[in-house]
């Protein structure tokens, strides 16, 4: 499975994008979905999740703010992203991790900036 991310850029604080993340395989059943993102001169952190059931969960600082979600018909992922702040600066990565027997792989996307600017 390949994973497409878009939607990044540049935008004023307070405002908002929506990513998505299209893949090349069908992301029906035992999928569960991450977004994460890593800001220069930090490490990867974990932003939203949601689970094959659509169960969701967020890091506090993006609580309220950003909304994760899927649609397994069109094999794609979003993450809508609201009153931005130069804070969520960072290379978004989308990721899906697939049950393949009793394990479940990861597949990244290539990630998009996301620049907010003050």
């Known amino acids: 499975v390949q994973l497409q991310a878009s939607g990044g850029g540049l935008v004023q604080a307070g405002g908002s994008l929506r990513l998505s993340c299209a893949a090349s395989?069908?992301?029906?059943?035992?999928?569960?979905i991450d977004w994460y993102r890593q800001a220069l001169g930090k490490q990867r952190e974990l932003v939203a999740s949601?689970?094959?059931?659509?169960?969701?969960n967020y890091v506090d600082s993006v609580k309220g703010r950003f909304t994760v979600s899927r649609d397994n018909a069109k094999n794609t992922m979003y993450l809508q992203m609201n009153s931005l702040k130069p804070d969520d600066t960072a290379v978004y990565y989308c990721?899906?991790?697939?049950?393949?027997?009793?394990?479940?792989?990861?597949?990244w996307g290539q990630g998009t900036q996301v620049t907010v600017s003050s």
């Open positions: 949601i689970t094959p059931g659509g169960s969701t």
């Open positions: 990721k899906a991790s697939i049950r393949q027997g009793s394990v479940f792989l990861p597949y």
């Open positions: 395989g069908s992301i029906v059943g035992d999928v569960f």
